[in-house]
Structure formats: structure tokens, C-alpha cells
């Protein structure tokens, strides 16, 4: 039976699902752990249900729940992010000495756990906001946390969060400091743009097999199964094959009968804003998103579905080769996705002043998390045979891939155009492989454009670079130029 007269090593706050589940997983680790929700309900039921009998301290009032944290104490917030996470900081501050620890586990957005961080160093307060994947599952077994925030608090709470995180393959755990006041949190929603990514591109290969190829949910569930053996493995890929076998009571596939209109709740969107406004390429997580908006219009489409003509033209080929080449360019695309979100976090440190270990960041993807695979553990490896890698696309491992891998890309998104199938992931991921490894690209033709109508000036090859020149191109217009800011 616990020993509730102790006091407890930490709290949580919100006990809905993930806030049950870690409550849970730290008392599975030895942790004696105070639990409180705005309707005692919650409560009452973890420590009459799934927590009986578990280290738990039941509390029913703010008061009562910080007077049973032992000092230091750590207040965790399992709450919806937003509003509510400030609501609850006002509430239990007042409570807290000098040296206390907030930690906010929810999907909050970066620059809010920058306002609070450095809002609750003022008072003297620490604070972390830390992402946690891996849904019910992982929080209730070992999710991946990554932590940010104020770097004091990290040895306060670092075997605890280690404690429940995840472990990789080798053991060591899917947790570990990202980096300051935001870090933590950003690097989540990064997270979550992959996510997005990795989903679209799996759904452009059962639709490519599906549509183009006509396979059948066995044939395409045994397809899945055999990537997840290989290259593929991963979490993600698991499940798909797991989708595809699943019947619904009248034995069809369950998956036909799902609407096809994508839901959100906003990472993907976050990752791709800040995409823009830091001027990082990431094509491919914000084409995901995009197709997810694009799906959503559903009764637009139903509508467009019968007016607009697409081609009559059928696969036509090898379906056992075709199959192995939309293998390939999955694998290809998820290359440049990946190095697109670690050219984004890279920006970001820059930006707002981290210091990111992105050796760290991938092992903290590679278990426990909705991305988690065995391709994580490649980009680890990249990272361990240069931190300072600018670029995944140009680790040697990574080049290979791709170069192996094109002939299959191409021939992919070739297909679809061929076909009409949309495979809008397949084909951004491609076009910025072949223009990030072009030395030229059109761009002259879009600065010669500005200038004539706008005079906004260009620069010149043959000249030193930061010299700039407007031309009179008409003979109208005047020889004034209009200035070289850039957005
Ligand atoms: C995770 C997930 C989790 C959640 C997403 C779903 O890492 O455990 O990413 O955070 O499932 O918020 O996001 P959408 O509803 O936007 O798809």
C-alpha cells in the first residue's frame, strides 16, 4: 500500500487522460505524486479507478495540493494550452516561494512559454514548458518530453522527467534539455509539423496504391507491414498497416468509411508560420498542412468533382516495381522533410538565442514519440559524425539515399501527374531537392521583373555582391530606385 503521510515529489494539475496517465508512470517509477483537477471528479476517480493503491495524494483545493509538495516544489500543468495554462499559473503563484518550479506539459505555443518563462524568473519562480508526445499510450509508458525553459530548473527535475520518458533502443532516454525559455516547446511544434509531413506522405502512398495501382487493403496492408521491416520502421507505418487491416462490423475495410476531411489543431499551421516569417523553406510540412485545408473543403470538392476534368490515363508498367518506387519516395521525401525542420530549428536558435544539441533533439524523437523510427536513429548518427551538420541532405549516408532514391521519386510524382493523382507531398519535397541543389536558379527573371515595374532594384553577377542597380528599362520610367529592403 503507498505511504501517502509523505509528502509528494511533484504535482500535477489537470487530470484529464495525459494528465491520469503521467501521474501514473511517475508513481510506476518510485515517485510519490500530488494530484489536482478543477472538478474533483477526475480526481476521485484516479485514486478510486486506474490509481488505486498508487503513491497518490488526492487534493481537492489549490491550497491543499501545494501544501502537500515537498520543497522544491514542482507544480506540472497537464492542461489545455492557452488561457487556461495562464489561469492556472496566477493561481498557484501566489502559493509558491522563491525556487519553486511550474512546468507546463501541455501543446502551448513557443513565444507564450517565452513570456512566462522569463514573467516567472521576476518573481523568482522557475518554469519549464516542455513538449510530451506519444499520446495516452506513451504518457502513461514513456513518452518523449522535451523540456525547455529556465536552465535552473533542469537538474531539479531531470530524473524524474528522465525517469518516465521513453528509452531508445540503447537505453538512454527519450528526454533531455533543449534549451532556453522557448526551446522546449518549439522544438515540439516542429515536431508536430513532421508529424504532419510524415502523415501526408504515407497517405499519398496507400492512395497512389489505392487509386493508381488498384491494390486491395490486404495487398496494401501486407505492403506496409514489409516497409515496417525495413528502412521505414517506424511508429507511423506500424499503424497504417494496423488501419488497413481493420474491419468494421460489416467486414469491409473501416477506412473507406471515414470522411475524408483532415481536422487540426493548429502545430502544423504554427510550424509553417513561423516558417514564413523566419524565410526557412519548409515546403513540405506546409503543403501537409495545405492538403489538410485543401481536404476539409470537402463539399467544395464534391461540387468540383464533377466539373472539372482530369486524365483518363492508367498505370501502365510494373505495379511490383512501382510499388518498390513509391517506397523510395517516401523514403526520399522524408529525408527532405526532416532537414527542412532541422534547417527551421537551426534559424530558430538563432533567432532567439538557444543552444540547440541537435544529436539530443533527434535521439528525443527516436522513441516514444508519434515519429519515432528507426530513420531517427540515422539522423543521430549524422549528427554524432558532425554536430555542426548544416544540412541532413548533405550528411554522406543521407546524399546516398537520395541519390539511390530519385530515379523511383521522380518516376512517382511523373505517375501521378500522368494519372491526376494529387500527391502534393511527393512533388514540393522533389522540387526542393532540385532547387536546392541548383547553383542557379530563376530568380534573375523575378528581379528584373521587380525592377522594371517597381524599380526595386537587383544585384549583378558580374559585380561584388550588396552592389545594387536599377535599370531604366522602358526609357519612361525614371532613374530613382525604390530601395532594398527585404521582408
Ligand atoms: C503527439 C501529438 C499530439 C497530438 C497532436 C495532433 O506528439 O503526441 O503530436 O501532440 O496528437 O496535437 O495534432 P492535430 O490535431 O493538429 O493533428
Same mark, same amino acid.
Given at each position: 500500500?503507498?505511504?501517502?503521510?509523505?509528502?509528494?515529489?511533484?504535482?500535477?494539475?489537470?487530470?484529464?487522460?495525459?494528465?491520469? +496517465?503521467?501521474?501514473?508512470?511517475?508513481?510506476?517509477?518510485? =515517485?510519490?505524486?500530488?494530484?489536482?483537477?478543477?472538478?474533483?471528479?477526475?480526481?476521485?476517480?484516479?485514486?478510486?479507478?486506474?490509481?488505486?493503491?498508487?503513491?497518490?495524494?488526492?487534493?481537492?483545493?489549490?491550497?491543499?495540493?501545494?501544501?502537500?509538495?515537498?520543497?522544491?516544489?514542482?507544480?506540472?500543468?497537464?492542461?489545455?494550452?492557452?488561457?487556461?495554462?495562464?489561469?492556472?499559473?496566477?493561481?498557484?503563484?501566489?502559493?509558491?516561494?522563491?525556487?519553486?518550479?511550474?512546468?507546463?506539459?501541455?501543446? @502551448?505555443?513557443?513565444?507564450?512559454?517565452?513570456?512566462?518563462?522569463?514573467?516567472?524568473?521576476?518573481?523568482?519562480?522557475?518554469?519549464?514548458?516542455?513538449?510530451?508526445?506519444?499520446?495516452?499510450?506513451?504518457?502513461?509508458?514513456?513518452?518523449s518530453?522535451m523540456?525547455?525553459?529556465?536552465?535552473?530548473?533542469?537538474?531539479?527535475?531531470?530524473?524524474?522527467?528522465?525517469?518516465?520518458s521513453a528509452k531508445t533502443r540503447d537505453g538512454e532516454p527519450c528526454c533531455d534539455?533543449v534549451?532556453?525559455?522557448?526551446?522546449?516547446?518549439?522544438v515540439?511544434?516542429v515536431h508536430?509539423?513532421i508529424? =504532419?509531413?510524415?502523415?501526408?506522405?504515407?497517405?499519398?502512398?496507400?492512395?497512389?496504391?489505392?487509386?493508381?495501382?488498384?491494390?486491395?487493403?490486404?495487398?496494401?496492408?501486407?505492403?506496409?507491414?514489409?516497409?515496417?521491416?525495413?528502412e521505414?520502421d517506424s511508429?507511423?507505418?506500424?499503424?497504417?498497416?494496423?488501419?488497413?487491416?481493420?474491419?468494421?462490423?460489416?467486414? @469491409?475495410?473501416?477506412?473507406?468509411?471515414?470522411?475524408?476531411?483532415?481536422?487540426?489543431?493548429?502545430?502544423?499551421?504554427?510550424?509553417?508560420? +513561423?516558417?514564413?516569417?523566419?524565410?526557412?523553406?519548409?515546403?513540405?510540412?506546409?503543403?501537409?498542412?495545405?492538403?489538410?485545408?485543401?481536404?476539409?473543403?470537402?463539399?467544395?470538392?464534391?461540387?468540383?468533382?464533377?466539373?472539372?476534368?482530369?486524365?483518363?490515363?492508367?498505370?501502365?508498367?510494373?505495379?511490383?516495381?512501382?510499388?518498390?518506387?513509391?517506397?523510395?519516395?517516401?523514403?526520399?521525401?522524408k529525408i527532405?522533410?526532416y532537414a527542412?525542420g532541422f534547417?527551421?530549428i537551426?534559424?530558430?536558435?538563432?533567432?532567439?538565442?538557444?543552444?540547440i544539441n541537435y544529436g539530443g533533439v533527434a535521439n528525443m524523437w527516436r522513441g516514444g514519440c508519434?515519429i519515432r523510427s528507426v530513420f531517427l536513429g540515422n539522423i543521430k548518427e549524422a549528427f554524432d559524425r558532425k554536430p555542426d551538420l548544416?544540412n541532413l541532405?548533405?550528411d554522406d549516408y543521407f546524399?546516398?539515399v537520395?541519390?539511390?532514391?530519385?530515379?523511383?521519386?521522380?518516376?512517382?510524382?511523373?505517375?501521378?501527374?500522368?494519372?491526376?493523382?494529387?500527391?502534393?507531398?511527393?512533388?514540393? @519535397?522533389?522540387?526542393?531537392?532540385?532547387? =536546392?541543389?541548383?547553383?542557379?536558379?530563376?530568380?534573375?527573371?523575378?528581379?528584373?521583373?521587380?525592377?522594371?515595374?517597381?524599380?526595386?532594384?537587383?544585384?549583378?553577377?558580374?559585380?561584388?555582391?550588396?552592389?545594387?542597380?536599377?535599370?531604366?528599362?522602358?526609357?519612361?520610367?525614371?532613374?530613382?530606385?525604390?530601395?532594398?529592403?527585404?521582408?
Amino acid at each position: 500500500m503507498a505511504d501517502t503521510k509523505r509528502k509528494a515529489d511533484i504535482g500535477v494539475v489537470g487530470l484529464a487522460v495525459m494528465g491520469q +496517465n503521467l501521474v501514473m508512470n511517475m508513481c510506476d517509477h518510485g =515517485y510519490t505524486v500530488a494530484g489536482y483537477n478543477r472538478t474533483s471528479e477526475k480526481t476521485k476517480d484516479l485514486v478510486e479507478g486506474p490509481g488505486k493503491g498508487m503513491a497518490i495524494i488526492p487534493t481537492y483545493s489549490i491550497e491543499e495540493f501545494i501544501d502537500a509538495l515537498e520543497k522544491p516544489r514542482k507544480v506540472m500543468l497537464m492542461v489545455k494550452a492557452g488561457e487556461v495554462v495562464d489561469k492556472f499559473i496566477d493561481s498557484v503563484t501566489p502559493h509558491l516561494e522563491e525556487g519553486d518550479l511550474i512546468i507546463d506539459g501541455g501543446n @502551448s505555443h513557443f513565444p507564450d512559454t517565452i513570456r512566462r518563462t522569463k514573467a516567472l524568473a521576476e518573481k523568482g519562480i522557475l518554469y519549464i514548458g516542455t513538449g510530451i508526445s506519444g499520446g495516452e499510450e506513451g504518457a502513461r509508458h514513456g513518452p518523449s518530453i522535451m523540456p525547455g525553459g529556465n536552465p535552473k530548473a533542469w537538474p531539479i527535475v531531470r530524473n524524474i522527467l528522465q525517469d518516465i520518458s521513453a528509452k531508445t533502443r540503447d537505453g538512454e532516454p527519450c528526454c533531455d534539455w533543449v534549451g532556453q525559455d522557448g526551446a522546449g516547446h518549439y522544438v515540439k511544434m516542429v515536431h508536430n509539423g513532421i508529424e =504532419y509531413g510524415d502523415m501526408q506522405l504515407i497517405s499519398e502512398a496507400y492512395y497512389l496504391m489505392k487509386t493508381g495501382l488498384g491494390m486491395t487493403h490486404e495487398e496494401m496492408h501486407e505492403v506496409f507491414s514489409e516497409w515496417n521491416r525495413g528502412e521505414l520502421d517506424s511508429y507511423l507505418i506500424e499503424i497504417t498497416a494496423d488501419i488497413l487491416a481493420y474491419k468494421d462490423k460489416d467486414g @469491409s475495410p473501416l477506412l473507406e468509411k471515414i470522411l475524408d476531411s483532415a481536422g487540426q489543431k493548429g502545430t502544423g499551421k504554427w510550424t509553417g508560420i +513561423n516558417a514564413l516569417e523566419m524565410g526557412i523553406p519548409v515546403t513540405l510540412i506546409v503543403e501537409a498542412v495545405f492538403a489538410r485545408c485543401l481536404s476539409a473543403l470537402y463539399d467544395e470538392r464534391q461540387l468540383a468533382a464533377k466539373t472539372l476534368a482530369g486524365p483518363s490515363k492508367k498505370f501502365e508498367g510494373d505495379r511490383k516495381a512501382f510499388v518498390e518506387d513509391i517506397r523510395q519516395a517516401l523514403l526520399a521525401s522524408k529525408i527532405v522533410s526532416y532537414a527542412q525542420g532541422f534547417m527551421l530549428i537551426r534559424e530558430a536558435e538563432k533567432e532567439y538565442g538557444w543552444d540547440i544539441n541537435y544529436g539530443g533533439v533527434a535521439n528525443m524523437w527516436r522513441g516514444g514519440c508519434i515519429i519515432r523510427s528507426v530513420f531517427l536513429g540515422n539522423i543521430k548518427e549524422a549528427f554524432d559524425r558532425k554536430p555542426d551538420l548544416y544540412n541532413l541532405m548533405l550528411d554522406d549516408y543521407f546524399r546516398g539515399v537520395l541519390e539511390r532514391c530519385q530515379d523511383s521519386w521522380r518516376n512517382v510524382v511523373a505517375q501521378c501527374a500522368r494519372m491526376g493523382v494529387p500527391a502534393p507531398a511527393f512533388s514540393t @519535397s522533389l522540387a526542393f531537392y532540385d532547387g =536546392y541543389r541548383s547553383s542557379q536558379l530563376p530568380a534573375n527573371m523575378i528581379q528584373a521583373q521587380r525592377d522594371y515595374f517597381g524599380a526595386h532594384t537587383y544585384q549583378r553577377t558580374d559585380r561584388p555582391k550588396g552592389e545594387f542597380f536599377h535599370t531604366n528599362w522602358t526609357g519612361k520610367g525614371g532613374e530613382v530606385s525604390a530601395g532594398t529592403y527585404n521582408a
